[in-house]
């Protein structure tokens, strides 16, 4: 096994705050953890699974654990898109300070970031998990795929006291899943089993270097709605524009501040806020009193 520490570039200033806080209080066991100060989730790469953990303060620091050191390099890359450090928040944050309603969370926490996904399939899985259900049962669920249709990682390249134990499922090995397994309404569970064999047989495909294409695949499929669609395409996708008008959150915080309550009023009022309209999304998050939004330990 190879570990090494690796500072991570980024331009600040970067928030820390909803980065890691999303990425804790979603975290599915087995997978994700916060342990030792830091967030810490298994990832595949090109010669097996690894470890990455990413430690918040004023550098961000990642320690690669993987089993070839031809991987650590792809590992760092896992880890900075997790983190979305490739962001320029000068402009994000120019662009979103310019409307007076999203100002002074602006100004209050400057560069915040869009908590992302190492593996865009595994988001999408876990998106179908987690459609109108709460953060609690959405874990729940994804933790017994896990444990059921998960890859073991290999002894001790978690390392001293970590509670990480497998690799997510891929989509092939979700094929398998036994219906009676699942514990959700029938029609989620056919959205999900559709959803698993049309990225495992190729009619899915989530590219990052081709979002509209990826967006109009899952769209396509029974049970995807443009909730669904864009939480992928933001997440998983890097997609800095995407929106969700119709999540329960962005509803309520927008109703705190004064913005339109309807859906198709709220887009509108959004148009301001493209091409960024994802980090929008972070800061009307960042009105709310939610677990997603509070710096683990």
């Not at 970067?14 to 100060?37: I, R, S």
């Not at 595949?44 to 320690?63: C, N, S, Y």
């Not at 992302?116 to 795929?145: I, K, M, N, W, Y």
Request: charged letters at 25%.
């Amino acid at each position: 096994m190879h570990v090494e520490e690796r500072v991570l570039a980024h331009t600040p200033p970067l928030c820390p705050d909803n980065l890691f806080g999303h990425l804790v209080a979603t975290a599915v066991p087995g997978v994700e953890e916060w342990h030792d100060g830091a967030y810490r989730r298994s990832v595949a790469l090109p010669g097996g699974p690894g470890v990455v953990a990413l430690r918040p303060g004023t550098r961000i620091t990642a320690e690669l654990r993987v089993g070839d050191p031809a991987d650590a390099d792809a590992a760092a890359e896992l880890a900075r898109r997790v983190l979305d450090l490739d962001a320029d928040p000068a402009t994000v944050d120019a662009t979103l300070r310019a409307d007076p309603a999203l100002r002074t969370l602006v100004d209050e926490a400057p560069g915040r970031r869009v908590p992302g996904s190492p593996d865009p399939e595994e988001f999408a899985v876990r998106a179908v998990l987690g459609q109108q259900v709460s953060t609690a049962a959405a874990r729940t669920h994804a933790a017994r795929l896990v444990r059921g249709h998960g890859t073991p990682l290999p002894d001790g390249l978690a390392g001293a006291g970590s509670t990480l134990t497998h690799l997510f499922p891929t989509a092939a090995a979700l094929t398998a899943v036994d219906p009676d397994e699942l514990g959700m309404p029938r029609t989620r569970k056919r959205t999900l089993l559709t959803l698993v064999a049309a990225l495992a047989d190729g009619e899915v495909v989530l590219d990052r270097a081709d979002v509209p294409a990826a967006r109009a695949a899952l769209a396509a499929l029974p049970g995807i709605g443009p909730w669904t669609v864009d939480s992928v395409a933001m997440r998983a996708l890097g997609d800095p524009d995407a929106f969700l008008p119709t999540d329960l959150g962005i509803r309520v915080a927008a109703e705190r501040l004064g913005l339109p309550a309807r859906d198709r009023d709220l887009v509108a009022r959004a148009e301001a806020w493209r091409p960024v309209r994802a980090y929008a999304v972070q800061y009307l998050w960042a009105a709310l009193d939610h677990a997603v939004n509070t710096m683990p330990g």
